[in-house]
T-cell receptor
Framework: NAGVTQTPKFQVLKTGQSMTLQCAQDMNHEYMSWYRQDPGMGLRLIHYSVGAGITDQGEVPNGYNVSRSTTEDFPLRLLSAAPSQTSVYFC???????????FGPGTRLTVL | AQSVTQLDSQVPVFEEAPVELRCNYSSSVSVYLFWYVQYPNQGLQLLLKYLSGSTLVESINGFEAEFNKSQTSFHLRKPSVHISDTAEYFCAVSSGGFKTIFGAGTRLFVKA
């Protein structure tokens, strides 16, 4: 049981480039989410999904897209990277609304 | 709207001393409450949670938290800390929708 996996671990982009952060879970969880972590601001929800084919926006969705074609995968796309998107990104999954979230190890992204 | 306030950004404490990390929340409906711990360069892990029932909840490594509905608080306590407890601690609130709100975090430094 690998839990929640994220790739890559580190990434450096130039302003305007696009990329996809990958997230996968093998626990058959319906709920998945993407957060960004910035110093002094805790975790802020970017997008989330309550099942395959269903996604919704969180607190800070601008500049990011998601899709959920399978239960296992929930990729996050940066459309045109900006320095303000420099952050650590965490993917999480949960079996239900009232349960804990299981977090991946994170992706540290730097946009120059 | 929900919000979470962690009242201390950093808490230094000597080894074997007691510690309290404070968390207050605002919500107009019933809530689920969580404490997560993040060790350096890792994702978040669940420490303990309150869903319903007894207002005092405990973790396997000696932490406990008490849900106080009248004061809208969920403070985390440990009677005797270890060096290995050095980490960042996040309080989180969910009110049934999938949008979990995290506090800004409290860095606990345990000194020898």
């Amino acid at each position: 049981n690998a839990g929640v996996t994220q790739t890559p671990k580190f990434q450096v982009l130039k302003t305007g480039q696009s990329m996809t952060l990958q997230c996968a879970q093998d626990m058959n969880h319906e709920y998945m989410s993407w957060y960004r972590q910035d110093p002094g601001m805790g975790l802020r929800l970017i997008h989330y999904s309550v099942g395959a084919g269903i996604t919704d926006q969180g607190e800070v969705p601008n500049g990011y897209n998601v899709s959920r074609s399978t239960t296992e995968d929930f990729p996050l796309r940066l459309l045109s990277a900006a320095p303000s998107q420099t952050s650590v990104y965490f993917c999480a999954s949960s079996p239900s609304l009232a349960n804990e979230q299981f977090f991946g190890p994170g992706t540290r992204l730097t946009v120059l | 709207a929900q919000s979470v306030t962690q009242l201390d950004s950093q808490v230094p404490v000597f080894e074997e001393a007691p510690v309290e990390l404070r968390c207050n929340y605002s919500s107009s409906v019933s809530v689920y409450l969580f404490w997560y711990v993040q060790y350096p360069n890792q994702g978040l892990q669940l420490l303990l949670k309150y869903l319903s029932g007894s207002t005092l909840v405990e973790s396997i490594n000696g932490f406990e938290a008490e849900f106080n509905k009248s004061q809208t608080s969920f403070h985390l306590r440990k009677p005797s800390v270890h060096i290995s407890d050095t980490a960042e601690y996040f309080c989180a609130v969910s009110s049934g929708g999938f949008k979990t709100i995290f506090g800004a975090g409290t860095r606990l430094f345990v000194k020898a």
